[in-house]
Structure formats: C-alpha cells, structure tokens
C-alpha cells in the first residue's frame, strides 16, 4: 500500500478491498451527506450527495467506519 494521496484528506478512510482499495470521505452539506470515493492513487471514482437512512444514528461528529457494502450508488457506514 502507497502512502495516502496528497489530495486526500487526513479524515478520509481506506477501505480495502480484495482487489482494489478505496478511501472515502464524507462532508456534511444541507441536503445529505457528499461521499466522494478516490481510487488508492488519488483519483476520484465517484462524488455523490447521500441521504443516510436511520439519520437519527448518525453523528458525522462522532467515530464511524466505512464498511462493505460501499459503491458509487450505495456506502455502508457502521457507528
């Protein structure tokens, strides 16, 4: 594994793959959450705006991990 990427952001998270890697960051905006996926030299896959379903969980403030099940159309985030 490379170090992380100059353009990615020390709150992003790798998560590994059995093929590929990817790091995920995750910004709070008004309507939903921005996921943005890089590839593991930086690159961007996808920058989506989400809704998190059962958002009374989620506190984008407190420790959470990316998880599989996480694409360009869905992101599992465990907290």
């Not at 590994?16 to 943005?36: A, L, M, N, P, V």
């Not at 996926?37 to 989620?58: Q, T």
Request: aromatic share 10%; with cysteine.
């Amino acid at each position: 594994m490379k170090d992380r990427p100059k353009n990615i952001s020390v709150s992003a998270q790798l998560l590994k793959g059995i093929g590929d890697s990817s790091w995920f960051e995750i910004t709070e905006e008004k309507q939903g959450y921005r996921i943005t996926r890089y590839s593991e030299n930086g690159e961007v896959e996808c920058d989506s705006l989400f809704i998190i379903s059962r958002e009374e969980n989620f506190d984008i403030n407190k420790r959470f991990e990316f998880t599989c099940i996480s694409h360009c159309k869905e992101c599992t985030i465990i907290q």
